[in-house]
């Protein structure tokens, strides 16, 4: 069974379940052990820093700052090419940090529409950089 870690809350008010470390060594992180709201365009500043603190607990920030690069989708093994399980585990601990990204945006949002629907922004640290490019100015 994977052990399972209880966010707490400084707020009374806010119940926040537990963010699960997969028997496979992947982090999901409840969408509401991430913050209290929605990311707006008023407090993107404060949702930054607290997601930003969020993923370096979780040791995930190099998801979205670009420093935990993609391994090779395939390496080679007896002469042949073959599956890198480094890059699956990669492929899918960033899936689970870009839907984390994802969840934190209403889906009535035009940032919602600008992130989720854009091409190209299949990775955490694409819609990352694209939210940073829209909410900093």
């Known amino acids: 069974m994977a052990p399972k870690i209880a966010a707490v809350s400084l707020n009374p008010e806010i119940i926040i379940p537990e963010t699960t470390y997969l028997d496979n060594g992947l982090v999901y992180i409840s969408d509401a052990a991430q913050h209290s709201g929605k990311l707006t365009y008023k407090n993107y500043w404060t949702w930054q820093a607290q997601f930003k603190a969020l993923l370096n607990g979780f040791d995930l920030l190099g998801y979205v700052d670009g420093s935990k690069q993609c391994p090779p ?6 002469n042949q090419a073959a599956s890198n399980p480094d890059y699956v585990l990669w492929y899918r601990q960033d899936q689970l940090v870009l ?17 989720a629907k854009r091409t190209g922004v299949e990775t955490a640290e694409a819609a990352w950089n694209m939210i940073s490019r829209i909410l900093e100015h």
Do not use: F, G, P, R
């Open 73 to 78: 989708a395939t390496v080679m093994k007896n």
């Open 99 to 115: 839907h984390a990204i994802l969840t934190c945006i209403s889906q009535e949002d035009l940032l919602y529409k600008l992130v």
